[in-house]
């Protein structure tokens, strides 16, 4: 099975300075035949479900704030939050979707300093 | 508007199965293209995938676990019932369903907690 890892496990930020959350996957999430990259990223609030950020590498899903990108190619990736708010607190987690069984990242923490 | 709602014991017993409703709104389990998945999250824990089903029947499982789930669905109800043999108190934990479609996992339920213990 893909291998994901996250990093940092932990990340204080402060409000209006950017962060980033990186991930690494064991093997290439591109798929040749279409050049999709199938790496997707959640973000669980305390308390709540998770919900989804980014699809597919780049793509925003309904609803969430361009603030948040995805980057990254093969088997490096990155989340990046241009200017960080407090409503952004809560555990992001990478996914991948490129074959069965799907995987998660260990999840990255993220708090306000 | 799309909802999804786990429903099932809190707690079993170790030995135990374990059986989990999903029941959803807003979308068809008939519409190509669409499943529901299950995700299990330990306490303070990573999520962890554990079933797919998809419109046509056809169903995915963690290999690790494979042995010991299944999951059906009722379209016409629509509901996806996910059921796991011989619980352990390693199985405690949050169990959410979710749909996958165009979108991954774009809509979750509000998880169910399950404890495993005597």
């Known amino acids: 099975e893909i291998v994901m890892t996250q990093t940092p496990l932990s990340l204080p930020v402060t409000p209006g300075e950017p962060a980033s959350i990186f991930c690494r996957s064991s093997q290439s999430l591109l798929d040749s035949n279409n050049g999709n990259t199938y790496v997707d990223w959640f973000l669980q609030r305390p308390g709540q479900s998770p919900q989804l950020l980014i699809y597919t590498l780049t793509n925003r899903a309904s609803g969430v704030s361009d603030r948040f990108s995805g980057s990254g190619s093969g088997t490096d990736f990155t989340l990046k939050i241009s200017r960080v708010e407090a409503d952004d607190v809560g555990v992001y987690y990478c996914m991948q979707r490129k074959e069965l069984p799907l995987t998660f990242g260990g999840g990255t923490k993220v708090d306000i300093k | 508007q799309i909802t999804l709602k786990e429903s099932g014991p809190t707690l079993v017993k170790p030995t135990q199965t374990l059986t989990l409703t999903c029941t959803f709104s807003g979308f068809s389990l008939t519409t190509r293209g669409v499943g529901v998945g299950w995700i299990r999250q330990p306490p303070g824990k990573a999520l962890s995938w554990l079933a797919l089903i998809y419109w046509n029947d056809d169903k995915r499982y963690s290999p690790s676990l494979k042995h010991r789930l299944s999951v059906t669905k009722d379209s016409s109800k629509n509901q996806v019932v996910l059921t796991m043999t011989n619980m352990d108190p390693v199985d405690t934990g949050t169990y959410f369903c979710?749909?996958?479609?165009?979108?991954?996992?774009?809509?979750w339920g509000q998880g169910a907690l399950v404890t495993v213990s005597s």
């Open positions: 979710a749909r996958m479609g165009y979108y991954p996992f774009d809509y």
